[in-house]
């Protein structure tokens, strides 16, 4: 009777990486906690611990004009151009992080 046991790599170790683009290489953590800074850098009473579920103003009390310099700081750190039309689909964490992996 074979009694070994096949054990898989732990993934939760490595970062995800992200499909290449704009952002780089850059793992979905480094992303998020970018995405953190120029949340907190504008909405200071945003909270600590940002996920990619929080929507951005019933959670984070991002309004529309913080929306917009959050943009453009978004866009000047990754270098990727956000569409104005695009500003409107934003409301969450999970749409700057796929507006930083997309191709423009």
């Given at each position: 009777?074979?009694?070994?046991?096949?054990?898989?790599p732990d993934r939760r170790l490595a970062p995800t990486p992200l499909a290449p683009?704009?952002?780089g290489t850059a793992d979905v953590a480094t992303l998020l906690a970018d995405i953190s800074r120029f949340i907190r850098?504008?909405?200071?009473?945003?909270p600590e611990f940002?996920?990619?579920?929080?929507?951005l103003e019933n959670d984070l009390g991002v309004d529309s004009l913080?929306?917009?310099?959050?943009?453009?700081?978004?866009?000047?750190?990754?270098?990727?151009?956000?569409?104005?039309?695009?500003?409107s689909?934003?409301?969450?964490?999970?749409?700057?992080?796929?507006?930083?992996?997309?191709t423009p």
């Open positions: 009777m074979n009694t070994s046991v096949q054990t898989l683009g704009p952002a850098d504008i909405v200071p009473e945003a940002i996920t990619a579920t929080d929507h913080s929306l917009v310099e959050v943009l453009v700081n978004a866009e000047t750190a990754w270098q990727n151009p956000i569409d104005d039309d695009q500003i689909e934003v409301t969450t964490v999970q749409h700057l992080l796929d507006l930083a992996v997309r």
